[in-house]
Structures are given as structure tokens and as C-alpha cells.
């Protein structure tokens, strides 16, 4: 029996609106790949971007290290008075957030769409 092929992982930066980063993640972020994504977060962090949302629409699987770095980059952001949200998690990755609660610890939004507009709210709830 013959392992399935792992679907390669990507991280591609992008800016939406407003100029809010966008970081789509794709394939598997898993032990290995955690590193990655978390050193992009980081970087982002560093170039003094506050505002991030994590597209995972084409998030094939996580496991617990990639958990840990989103709730890790929200916690720095929320610390630097910014905001991390994540969107459009698959259905299967979104059943590993329900399972483990992540709700109550990441923003965690339907669609890009809904992920740009509540950190749009957030600027203006800010700003008034």
C-alpha cells in the first residue's frame, strides 16, 4: 500500500482593502511546516504589520503546532493592539477548531470577505 502524495505546502502574503495583510496557507501545516508559517507571521510582526488575516481555504489539514502558531501570531498581535483573524477554514480543518475550541482563543471568521470586514469594524470602533 503506497502512501497518499502530501499536498505541497504554500504561504503567499498578499495585501487586501484597506491594506490588510493576507497570508493564504495551502496543503498540510503540520510538525514540519509550523516553523514556516510562524516565521512569516513573525517577519510580518516585525515590518510592523497589526492587521492579519490567514486565509486557510485551501488548508488540506492541521495538526497542533500549527494551532499553536495561530494562536500563538493572535496573541502577539492582540498584544501589539493589532488583530489576527482566520478565514475560511475548510471543513475539515474547521472540524480540528471545533474539536479543540479554537473559537474561544482566534478570531475565526466564514470567508476572506467576513475576515476583512470585521477587522474593517475594528478599525472603526478605533477610530470613533
Known amino acids: 500500500m503506497s502512501e497518499s502524495p502530501r499536498a505541497a505546502f504554500e504561504i503567499e502574503v498578499s495585501s487586501a482593502e484597506g491594506e490588510i495583510t ?10 514540519d511546516e509550523a516553523p514556516a508559517l510562524e516565521q512569516a507571521l513573525a517577519e510580518l510582526r516585525a515590518e510592523g504589520e497589526r492587521e492579519v488575516v490567514v486565509d486557510l481555504s485551501e488548508l ?14 493572535a496573541r502577539a498581535a492582540s498584544a501589539e493592539r493589532g488583530m489576527l483573524v482566520v478565514a475560511s477554514p475548510t ?18 471568521e466564514e470567508t476572506l470577505e ?3 470586514q470585521r477587522i474593517g469594524w475594528r478599525r472603526e470602533q478605533s477610530a470613533g
Open 22 to 31: 493576507v497570508v493564504a496557507v495551502r496543503g498540510e501545516l503540520d510538525f
Open 60 to 73: 488540506m489539514f492541521i495538526d497542533s503546532s500549527g494551532i499553536s502558531v495561530l494562536v500563538g501570531a
Open 91 to 108: 471543513p475539515h480543518v474547521q472540524r480540528v477548531f471545533d474539536i479543540v475550541r479554537l473559537v474561544e482563543l482566534v478570531a475565526i
Open 114 to 116: 467576513s475576515a476583512l
